[in-house]
């Protein structure tokens, strides 16, 4: 008996453990099991308004209701008090309820891909709530009440018509990812220097001409894209950024780089095509970490003595570009892969002897 007692004793949480990770697909056949549903998916199933039995399965954890031609969520949607994962994305909501903010376990919010312009009031009482995705939706400004947040540690708001950030965004010190891509971002608020846990910061396909210097002030940040804006330059406070992995700044309108370029002791991957640089500075020579440096479309005219010190380099773009000659320490780049050199001024002597120099480097 004991033995059978200690069998039963194990085999019950696996069997809690199997009816959490089981999805219901079929309405029907979860509110015949209602008592264990945790997880409904009714995606892709053309629904024009949630099936309001749905508030039976008072132990639903997940709900799935993406890719259906909802136009509304109903005001009873606060009766699934266990909900942490709710995904409304790809339907025709122009609003959400009121009642919405009373999901007091809320984790995860998807409502991308609707016709939403504003938010209730009462979404900012999701005090648990961690990822919030906005993207493809219809915002000039982003809702005052996300600012509340608090838990917040990604916050998605891609192809919207923001014009500007508030200053309270500082409020989400737990932000890790902030992504507004393709937006209509013209500037940025100082205070987005105070989010201190930020580790990705996408910025591309807007207006942005300048940076906030504050933006030196997010130690924490492993990748900054910035690619398709009107940057005229970079603040010296970017070379702060001692973390940073991956920057992302082709296709704006930079002249010139600052000095504490090459400050940035972790980063991986520097992309600058498109640009209208003339000059790299010596310090880009320090980027002891750097395997990818795309520097074509530019107007440089020569590279410094000391290119030869990215000993990690991999991938290398000098393509379209004004190059007469390459310093010979280039010929230190021994894990050098690929090399582009198309449309440069190099002369065909030149271009062999760089074959000479890096014998184990694909010349192109």
């Known amino acids: 008996m004991a033995q059978y007692l200690l069998i039963l004793f194990i085999l019950i949480p696996f069997s809690n453990l199997a009816q959490r990770d089981s999805v219901y697909t079929s309405l029907d056949i979860a509110l015949s099991n ?3 549903v945790y997880q409904l998916d009714l995606s892709h199933q053309n629904l ?37 994962w ?109 989010l201190s846990q930020l ?3 996408v910025l591309s396909h807007n207006q942005l001409t300048i940076l906030p ?37 082709e296709k704006n309108q930079i002249t010139i780089l600052p000095k504490s370029i090459g400050q940035l002791d972790s980063l991986y991957s520097l992309n600058l095509n498109k640009n209208k640089i003339e000059i790299l500075p010596e310090s880009i020579c320090q980027l002891s970490t750097l395997s990818t440096l795309d520097i074509s479309n530019n107007q440089i005219q020569s590279l410094p003595n000391c290119i030869g010190e990215l000993n990690r380099l991999e991938l290398f773009s000098l393509s379209n570009n004004p190059i007469q000659i390459i310093p010979e320490s280039i010929r230190n780049l021994v894990f050098l892969k690929r090399l582009n050199v198309y449309d440069t001024e190099l002369k065909v002597e030149d271009k062999t002897q760089l074959k000479d120099w890096l014998p184990n480097c694909k010349i192109y």
């Open 199 to 201: 580790n990705a910061l």
């Open 48 to 84: 024009r308004e949630i099936p309001e039995s749905i508030q039976k399965l008072t132990q639903l954890e997940v709900l799935v209701l993406s890719s259906n031609k909802l136009e509304t969520i109903p005001d009873w949607i606060n009766k699934l008090q266990e909900l942490k």
């Open 213 to 249: 210097n504050s933006i030196g002030n997010l130690r924490q940040l492993k990748t900054l894209t910035l690619f398709k804006n009107q940057l005229i330059k970079l603040p010296e406070s970017i070379g702060n950024l001692n973390r940073l992995k991956i920057l992302q700044l």
């Open 34 to 36: 209602k008592k264990v």
């Open 86 to 194: 709710l995904y409304l994305s790809e339907n025709n909501l122009t609003k959400l309820p009121h009642s919405i903010g009373q999901l007091s376990l809320l984790q995860t919010l998807d409502v991308g891909s609707n016709l939403l312009t504003t938010l209730p009031t009462e979404i900012q009482n999701l005090s648990t709530l961690e990822k919030f995705n906005l993207s493809h939706n219809h915002f000039a400004e982003l809702p005052v009440e996300i600012c509340q947040l608090r838990s917040l540690k990604k916050l998605i708001l891609d192809f919207n018509k923001l014009t500007f950030l508030p200053k309270n965004i500082s409020l989400l010190t737990n932000l890790k990812l902030l992504s507004l891509f393709r937006n209509e971002l013209r500037e940025l608020p100082n205070s987005i220097g105070e």
